[in-house]
């Protein structure tokens, strides 16, 4: 195989594995897009829905929120347990710092009124009440205002309970929205939980002093379904751009065979020696000068002329002479 049919080959490697790399990452932004888009539908369709009893989307506190339910409206009625109040580190709200108000909702009707009986009577819910500036420092200490006393019916969008985090925190503070975690800051471990939290968009009766509100959910699809047609892009242009390359290689080749078929036989040096193209140090024929011109002697008339004139002339040159030798 020559060289020029190596590098050809390598190009042409070179191209798939480029076109190939591209494409799956293609593929993997669209699968982001895609899942982008089912997550702004989810939160779409729920805002756009009415809410309803908290027991008809959680019917038990065993097992895990639907994904389609997921930032569901939901209503409960129940009451807080102020003293358990947790703070969320870490979760700024528009770019500022700020603590998440978890407050544990003891449920006394998970149906919100709807059933002929009470549901879940005693089941906890956290729920995430608001937002309140941090202190100055970290270590400051930071008093949320109260939740309303005694029943309290309020109105939440569900979320699915977070990982928990493996990083520490104060005391009466969380690094996630964990249940447990929530719970056993809150000194209530143990207690019967909900296998989600909810983030506080009303509550009956509404509280003395308000907390901020929770920002809405971001519907930005992002840029994800463009950066898979980047992708795309790439992998085709690579893959031509590579094989044109690889198909140069064999054009020069080629152009480079013909030039070396139609070079002069290579000379020897030495007779029997082995044949060699001519080089700097080989001799070469001496060029021969042009013969300097000769200029026209001006006390002769010199004429230019058809063949005709020439005659005359040497007519005329011949008949002076004749006379000179006369005389």
């Not at 699915?160 to 520490?168: D, G, I, L, Q, Y």
């Not at 503070?173 to 207690?191: E, N, R, S, T």
């Not at 003395?208 to 950066?227: E, M, Q, W």
Request: hydrophobic share 40%; proline share 11%.
């Amino acid at each position: 195989m020559s060289p020029a049919v190596r590098r050809s080959v390598g190009l042409v490697v070179v191209a798939l594995v480029v076109a190939v790399a591209c494409t799956l990452l293609g593929r993997w932004q669209w699968n982001r897009h895609v899942w982008r888009d089912h997550a702004i539908a989810v939160v779409t369709s729920s805002a756009k829905a009415a809410p309803v009893p908290l027991d008809q989307i959680l019917s038990t506190t065993d097992g895990s929120l639907p994904p389609q339910d997921v930032w569901r409206r939901v209503e409960v009625t129940g009451h807080y347990e102020p003293d358990a109040t947790v703070l969320l580190r870490n979760r700024p709200v528009d770019g500022n710092a700020a603590y998440h108000v978890l407050v544990p909702f003891v449920v006394e009707d998970a149906s919100a009124g709807t059933a002929s009986r009470p549901t879940d009577p005693g089941a906890v819910l956290v729920v995430d009440r608001g937002w309140v500036p941090t202190g100055e420092t970290s270590a400051a200490e930071v008093h949320p205002p109260a939740p309303p006393t005694g029943s309290v019916t309020v109105t939440v969008k569900l979320r699915a309970t977070e990982p928990a985090s493996t990083r520490s925190a104060p005391a009466g503070q969380v690094q996630a929205i964990a249940v447990d975690q929530v719970l056993d800051a809150a000194d209530m471990a143990g207690a019967t939980t909900f296998p989600a939290y909810g983030g506080l968009t009303a509550e009956t009766p509404a509280p003395a002093v308000a907390l901020g509100p929770l920002p809405a959910p971001s519907t930005d699809p992002g840029s994800h379904l463009s950066y898979a047609f980047q992708w795309w892009v790439f992998a085709l242009g690579g893959l031509v751009a590579f094989l044109v390359m690889a198909r140069r290689e064999l054009l020069e080749a080629r152009v480079e065979a013909q030039d070396d078929g139609a070079r002069p036989d290579a000379v020897s040096p030495s007779g029997d020696g082995p044949a060699l193209w001519p080089t700097r140090d080989d001799p070469r024929p001496a060029r021969r000068r042009p013969e300097p011109r000769r200029r026209p002697d001006p006390n002769v008339p010199h004429r230019r002329g058809g063949r005709d004139e020439d005659a005359e002339d040497a007519l005329i040159d011949a008949q002076l002479a004749a006379a000179d030798d006369r005389s």
